[in-house]
Structures are given as structure tokens and as C-alpha cells.
């Protein structure tokens, strides 16, 4: 592991423990580097306040010392922004009469030890599938541009340069077929607020495993970064002590993800369980490899991780990718069959005879406008190195 990936999990562990970092171990420590990784994982926030207790870190350069306070100070006014925000809403929502449940990082964030220690980019809502013209008015009544409206499972509004939502109508895109079909009637599972009228929540063995499922949604196509693993380390220590484990083991099973929450819970456990570095942790190889993917993904995954996934569904034994591999690979995304355009070209999906028009629409396109993607994309493929 690099000396910078060290750090960054060791000052993320001083901020999840409350204790300060050992000085001799940052001695050598370089700032700049650290920052970039930080922020690549969303957790420069997190890693600042550990930091800045450190002598290394007020004699530190100037220009570098004002980067990670700058870094810090923003995500905890973009929490604080987004908070208010997102309160309003709620009460337009209620005016409205439209149901409503917070998803995720929004959760997530106020069980951590420090308020803006989780950093947030959004805020994930689910809704009334039935008010969402009346969503999309209040959110362009409040100024907000609508990014995404009724192509997939959610709409997305933004209002520069701080506030972004995500509002849900479903909780998983139909192409990830075990949770669509788990999450579909999700409303009947949930529990009303008892404070906060047209408010929802999940029980909390149901927030967790939804949150371990998102997790894992990400983990298995592109990859999640250390921040992740932080999330699972602080929901143990909050619900980890009552939730019902038989049922949540049950549920985690019916979605084939048991093994993966057993491994990312250990792993969290050990690195951020105690404040030391991680090489100390007596890590497996096999943990060493998921931390490794996890630093390697950043917070929202990588292209490359995503193409090697999908080849590794095409090839499931763990040898080099063979040209039939490839070749399989590269016509699927070529010529995507009926059942692809489903989710992604409905149009297509309810008119089949114009597959060959849309392939030969969707190759020129694609090669125009995502030209340093299909670049990247047709590398990664002639290197052929699996996860």
C-alpha cells in the first residue's frame, strides 16, 4: 500500500475514534498528494480534522495548510446549505401532500462524531411516483434546473453552485433486476414519521441493508471508494448493537450480497476500528485486495472497473481475459440487445425493428460525443486485466 493511502485511512480512523494523530508517523507526510486523495474520496473533510491537530500540519506550507481548510470549510457549509434546503422542501412537500422519504448520505451523515465530517454531493429523496409533476414544479418554483426528468428511476434538479437532488420514484433502475424487484412496493415497508407529517423512514434493519445494497450496486459495477467503508464502520456502531441480525442476515442472502456486508463490515472494523495504520491491522490477502479496490475506485468507481466487472460476467474464472471474452464483450456493447434498451431506450425496446437503425445511430453518436470514454474504454479492453 502507498504511504499516502496509509495516511489517508489512518487520519480517517483519528476522526472516527476522537483521538489525535501521532506525530513521528507524519513526519514525512505529503500534504498536497494526501489532498488529492482525500477529495478523490470525498473524505477531505473527515481527514482535515484529524489533521489539523497535529504540529505537522500547522507547520505545514502555507498554501497547503489553507487548501485542506478550504476543502473542510466548504463541505461542512455545503451539509449545513443542503440541510436547510432540503428542510423547505420537506415543507412544500407536506403542503402538497406528497409522501417522502430521505435516502442514504443524508441518514448517514449525522451519526458520525462531527457535523460535515461526511461530506455530501446530493440529497437522495424517494417519492410519490403519482406527484412527480408536481415535484418538478415546486423544485422549478424554487429556481432549480431539472436535469433529468422521467428517464429513469429518478429526476434530477440542480441550483448552482451548491444545491443538487435526486428525487426517486423507484429505488433501483430496472437493469439491476434481484433489487428492482425487492424495492418495488417499497412503500408498503416503510414506517410513517411520527413527528413529521407525509415523512417516511425505513425500520432500521431495512436502512441497513438497503444502504449495504446501494454499497454493493456500486462495488460490483465501477467500484466505491473508501468512504463506503467508513459509511458501513459508522452504521455498525450505531444500529450494529440492535438490529435484528437473523433478519438481516435473511434479507442480505435473498439479495446475494451476505458475503459481501460480512467482508466489508470486517474490513471496515479493522482499519477504522482502532486509530492505527493500516499495516498494522493484520489484514487477509483477500482483505488487502478489497481495500485495495475500494482505494482504487474513488468515491464514485472508474470506467475501467465497470468494463473489467461486465468482462468478468462474461468470463467468471479468474485467468487472463480470452479474445472470446473480449469479442463478447465489445458486440454487446456494440449491438446492445432488446433487453438493454428496455431500460436505457424504451422507445427501441417497444419497437424492435428499429434496433439496426439505433446501433448504427448509437455508434456515431457515441464515437462523437464520448470519444475519450470509447477510447478509454477500447484500452482497457486490449489490456484485459481482470479485478
Not at 461542512?76 to 402538497?96: C, G, I, P, S, W
Not at 425505513?202 to 471508494?225: L, N, Q
Not at 474490513?267 to 499495516?279: D, M, N, R, W
Amino acid at each position: 500500500m502507498e504511504k499516502t493511502s496509509e495516511f489517508l485511512i489512518y487520519l480517517m480512523a483519528c476522526s472516527l475514534q476522537g483521538t489525535k494523530p501521532e506525530e513521528a508517523l507524519l513526519a514525512n507526510i505529503d500534504m498536497e498528494a494526501l489532498l488529492r486523495l482525500a477529495k478523490a474520496h470525498s473524505v477531505s473533510a473527515m481527514v482535515c480534522m484529524a489533521l489539523e491537530q497535529t504540529d505537522a500540519f500547522q507547520h505545514a506550507a502555507e498554501t497547503a495548510r489553507l487548501k485542506w481548510l478550504d476543502a473542510k470549510n466548504k463541505a461542512v457549509r455545503k451539509n449545513m446549505l443542503l440541510d436547510a434546503e432540503r428542510h423547505q422542501l420537506e415543507k412544500e412537500f407536506a403542503e402538497h401532500g406528497i409522501w417522502y422519504m430521505p435516502l442514504k448520505g443524508s441518514i448517514l451523515k449525522d451519526w458520525y462524531p462531527k457535523f460535515g465530517m461526511r461530506e455530501m454531493a446530493d440529497n437522495d429523496i424517494l417519492f410519490d411516483t403519482s406527484k412527480r409533476k408536481e415535484v418538478k414544479a415546486i423544485f422549478q418554483g424554487r429556481g432549480y434546473t431539472v436535469k433529468g426528468y422521467n428517464k429513469s428511476n429518478h429526476d434530477e434538479y440542480e441550483k448552482p453552485p451548491i444545491y443538487s437532488f435526486e428525487m426517486h420514484v423507484e429505488l433501483y433502475h430496472k437493469i439491476y433486476d434481484t433489487f428492482n424487484e425487492k424495492y418495488a412496493d417499497v412503500k408498503q415497508r416503510l414506517i410513517p414519521d411520527a413527528e413529521v407529517p407525509y415523512r417516511f423512514h425505513f425500520t432500521p434493519e431495512d436502512f441497513y441493508v438497503f444502504v449495504i445494497a446501494h454499497a454493493y450496486k456500486h462495488y460490483s459495477r465501477s467500484g466505491t471508494g473508501i468512504r463506503t467503508l467508513a459509511d458501513i464502520y459508522i452504521m455498525n456502531q450505531k444500529l450494529g448493537g440492535t438490529l435484528n441480525w437473523e433478519y438481516v442476515d435473511s434479507e442480505l442472502r435473498g439479495l446475494g450480497i451476505f458475503s459481501y456486508e460480512h467482508e466489508s463490515r470486517e474490513l471496515a472494523q479493522k482499519i477504522f476500528g482502532i486509530a492505527e495504520l493500516p499495516t498494522k491491522a493484520n489484514l487477509s490477502e483477500a482483505e488487502q485486495q478489497m481495500l485495495a479496490y475500494y482505494l482504487g475506485a474513488s468515491t464514485y468507481g472508474t470506467i475501467e472497473n465497470r468494463i473489467l466487472n461486465q468482462m468478468q460476467k462474461l468470463q467468471p474464472d479468474d485467468g487472463a481475459f480470452t479474445a472470446r471474452t473480449k469479442r463478447k464483450y465489445l458486440l454487446s456493447r456494440i449491438f446492445p440487445g432488446r433487453e438493454w434498451c428496455k431500460a436505457y431506450a424504451p422507445t427501441v425496446y417497444k419497437y424492435p425493428v428499429l434496433l439496426p437503425v439505433f446501433w448504427v445511430w448509437r455508434l456515431i453518436y457515441k464515437g462523437i460525443t464520448n470519444r475519450k470514454k470509447v477510447t478509454q474504454e477500447i484500452k482497457t479492453i486490449k489490456a484485459g486485466k481482470q479485478n
